[in-house]
């Protein structure tokens, strides 16, 4: 499979690289070749090399993506204590690195489904900015027009399917679309993440041993943060292997944390899928966050373990090692983008708080997409009433 | 699943005994029904749609527990495997929340899935991908992720099946929006609205009727064309009549339309309506007849507390309340979990002497 990484590299980077950048870096695409942190654990097949092949460019814009969506999901922590952000609100800041290493390694024909832990997972997608803090604030240009929330946002035509607030659902869902790109004959593969929580869904065996009977290009993504909200995974597992738990089904465990492993072994999986049906990549990764905004995170865990993984598996942290090491760029040239992203940041939320509020009749849209008329009443039904396109 | 359905769909028996062999008055055939010399078993209508929907749209395709190499448990998709192969009918282990996820997922996709569960009772183990992941998904995202998918199936009460095979789920489904749910009771209604199902872009449970599926009844050449198909929300107004409105669906048309014939014999002309649609819910037809007769009796197999009756009596209360001379009747199932013994079961369904006697009731007559 040749490496035609630019092609087939999704759209991560949203804007040009800084120019404070003397070095014409935006265009280098010098090969780097990265080792993973940590060898690969496969059950019932054969690890990938731990040597990853990236480029000059690719380690530069994970710094860059990343980067921007800690200080997105930082931001939105703030405007929910603000109570601009209503409801449930589940931040990823911890686990970017599986959100960009999954992107390096596939196409925006390729489909992730994802539980509601989505605002990193739509961004990599090629969602903006403003997109994102307009649904969060419930506003008409948010990516679900300010109906969906933080725990429903999509991008049909980059191929992610939401967003999904049922613990475990998506993974059949996921299934489903690994079946229609197979019955479409697409030679694309669907990536359903789900959480060491949902690991334990009946559903998601069957969909499983659907997925392995009909050979279907199905990944399934264990984004184990170790924790299913307040539960530790010794707590809810018996079995806590997550990537042995598909039993005659294909497994890795991955460092979650090093985004290098994550995208070699999503070339791997992918690669895999499309030849032999399903397999299971056990992301570890960590949450810095509590299960949601309501959950400070600390009564279940200790203060010292979270600083502990921040110290020493920060993924951030990781590349800005590697970029600093292969001498791409100084450390005042990361501070000065960092300053920059944070300044877009800034500038998306901005944007967002001007954007008004869905329009009433928003109430009644798109229940149907075709809705013969038929009336739909609100609360006073004498008093509203609606037909629906 | 079990092997004595056969026998009993073999003999055509219903709950109350009764042969539903139609052997009717040609007044009523031809009254209500387009006149046509063919005649059509709900199975076949069903099946025939089936066949043709998959052939004009390669993107439809079926699934569900014994859909292929068995034929059907209840032969609705009886020669499909063998036609369209395995790619496009699929035998799946009996996991309904899986399969149904995996439907559901598929219609995300832009296929069409018409999803066959062996009994809508089994559909509570795949309720929340019917509910979260199909009805919700077109408006949580703002028109993105539209779902093009068709749950169908047997609904309600066989006979003699006891109480975990027997419930009418019409009201639940048909109380949430972003579903469309339909319930044909003619051969006719079979094929036109499962036509109108698969062919439709939001996802629409089909609730068909075990007894219903050797019933034979006349249809038109108009309806045995490939392009037909019934509209969605317009309920059929099966007997013309004057005195009583007589509302429902499914298996209890056919009761319905009995009971209007008794009716007759004693000066009361019922007019009975045929829902075919029980989500949109045609309150227009429904209020119109009622302020044409005054009366209004509602009929349903399933449990009566906030049944489908229970929001045809509210409509009607709602927006014809001048109308009306006598109070709303419901006849609906008893109100306890479905009995096995024959005629513990027999209490348990409404009979055709139920509907008389509250249409007699709504006409202020004594029994």
Redesign the interface.
Same mark, same amino acid.
């Given at each position: 499979m040749a490496l035609s990484r630019l092609s087939s590299r999704s759209n991560i980077i949203s804007r040009p690289l800084s120019a404070a950048f003397r070095r014409s870096i935006s265009t280098d695409t010098t090969p780097i070749t990265i080792e993973t942190s940590l060898p690969f654990t496969a059950h019932l097949c054969d690890p990938p090399s731990r040597s990853v092949e990236s480029s000059t460019q690719e380690l530069l814009s994970f710094f860059r993506t990343m980067a921007l969506m800690r200080r997105m999901e930082i931001a939105a922590d703030s405007l929910y204590k603000a109570k601009l952000i209503r409801g449930f609100c589940h931040l990823y800041d911890g686990q970017e690195a599986v959100a960009i290493g999954m992107e390096a390694a596939i196409t925006k024909k390729d489909?992730i #489904?994802t539980a509601y832990r989505d605002h990193c997972i739509f961004l990599g997608r090629g969602g903006s900015l403003y997109e994102v803090f307009a649904e969060l604030m419930g506003r008409q240009d948010g990516c &679900?027009?300010?109906? @969906?929330g933080s725990m429903?946002f /999509?991008?049909?035509d980059s191929s992610f /399917? @939401?967003?999904?607030? #049922?613990v475990g659902?998506q %993974?059949?869902? @996921?299934?489903? #679309? !690994?079946? !229609? *790109?197979k /019955? &479409?004959k697409e030679e694309a593969v669907t990536f359903a993440m789900y959480g060491d929580g949902a690991a334990n869904q009946? *559903?998601l065996?069957?969909?499983l041993? #659907?997925s392995a009977?009909?050979d279907l290009p199905s990944i399934l993504v264990c984004e184990n943060n170790h924790y299913g909200m307040g539960t530790a995974e010794w707590r809810a597992a018996k079995s806590p292997s997550y990537y042995k738990r598909g039993d005659y089904v294909p497994g890795l465990k991955v460092d979650g944390m090093d985004a290098f492993a994550v995208k070699q072994a999503c070339k791997f999986a992918k690669e895999h899928a499309l030849k032999n049906g399903p397999i299971i990549l056990e992301m570890d990764t960590y949450r810095y966050h509590g299960h949601s905004m309501s959950d400070p995170g600390s009564t279940y865990r200790t203060r010292d373990e979270i600083s502990g993984v921040r110290q020493e598996r920060d993924p951030i942290e990781r590349i800005k090692k590697l970029v600093l090491s292969h001498d791409l760029a100084t450390e005042k040239e990361l501070k000065d983008m960092e300053k920059e992203i944070r300044k877009e940041v800034d500038d998306a939320i901005a944007k967002a708080k001007d954007c008004p509020m869905p329009e009433p009749s928003e109430l009644f $849209?798109? %229940? /149907? %997409?075709? @809705?013969?008329g $038929?009336? &739909?009443f609100g609360a006073d039904?004498?008093e509203v009433k609606a037909a629906l396109p | 699943r079990e092997k004595m359905w056969g026998i009993l769909r073999q003999r055509g028996i219903d709950g109350g005994g009764l042969s539903l062999r139609r052997t009717r008055s040609a007044s009523v055939s031809a009254r209500s029904y387009a006149a046509g010399s063919k005649e059509m078993t709900v199975r076949d209508a069903l099946n025939s749609a089936i066949d043709e929907e998959m052939s004009a749209d390669p993107k439809v395709f079926v699934m569900g527990e014994e859909v292929g190499q068995y034929q059907g448990a209840y032969k609705i998709t009886k020669g499909l495997l063998e036609k369209y192969g395995p790619e496009r009918v699929y035998d799946t282990p009996i996991t309904e929340a899986g399969f149904t996820g995996i439907g559901v997922g598929a219609a995300y996709a832009g296929l069409k899935p018409v999803v066959e569960f062996m009994t809508f009772n089994f559909s509570m183990q795949a309720i929340d991908h019917i509910i979260n992941s199909a009805a919700k998904s077109n408006y949580m995202s703002a028109g993105q992720i539209n779902v093009p998918i068709v749950f169908r199936g047997p609904n309600g009460a066989a006979a003699g099946v006891g109480a975990q095979h027997s419930q009418c789920y019409a009201a639940w489904y048909a109380s949430v929006p972003g579903l469309k749910v339909l319930a044909p009771y003619s051969a006719e209604d079979a094929r036109g609205l499962l036509k109108a199902a698969i062919r439709d872009p939001d996802p629409v449970v089909f609730l068909e009727n075990e007894l219903l599926y050797g019933e034979s009844f006349p249809i038109s050449e108009e309806a045995l064309d490939s392009s037909f198909c019934l509209p969605i929300g317009k309920a059929k107004i099966e007997r013309q009549g004057k005195d009583v409105t007589i509302v429902t669906f499914s298996k209890m048309v056919g009761f319905a339309l009995k009971a209007a014939e008794k009716l007759a014999e004693e000066g009361i002309s019922a007019e009975v309506i045929n829902l075919r649609s029980i989500r949109p819910l045609d309150r227009a037809t429904i209020n119109a007849s009622v302020r044409k007769t005054s009366r209004l009796v509602t009929v349903e197999e399933g449990f009566p507390q906030h049944g489908v009756c229970a929001e045809i009596c509210a409509s009607v209360v709602e927006e014809s309340f001048s109308y009306l001379d006598a109070p709303v009747e419901r006849i609906a199932g008893a109100d306890v979990p479905m009995p096995y013994a024959a005629n513990l079961e027999r209490l348990a369904l409404p009979q055709v002497e139920d509907i008389v006697r509250a249409a007699k009731r709504a006409c202020y007559r004594s029994k």
């Open positions: 489909a #489904i &679900s027009r300010g109906k @969906g429903h /999509y991008k049909k /399917y @939401g967003g999904h607030g #049922i659902a %993974v059949p869902l @996921g299934c489903g #679309i !690994a079946f !229609a *790109q /019955y &479409s009946g *559903q065996f069957e969909a041993n #659907i009977l009909w $849209t798109n %229940v /149907y %997409v075709k @809705g013969f $038929t009336e &739909s039904r004498k | -």
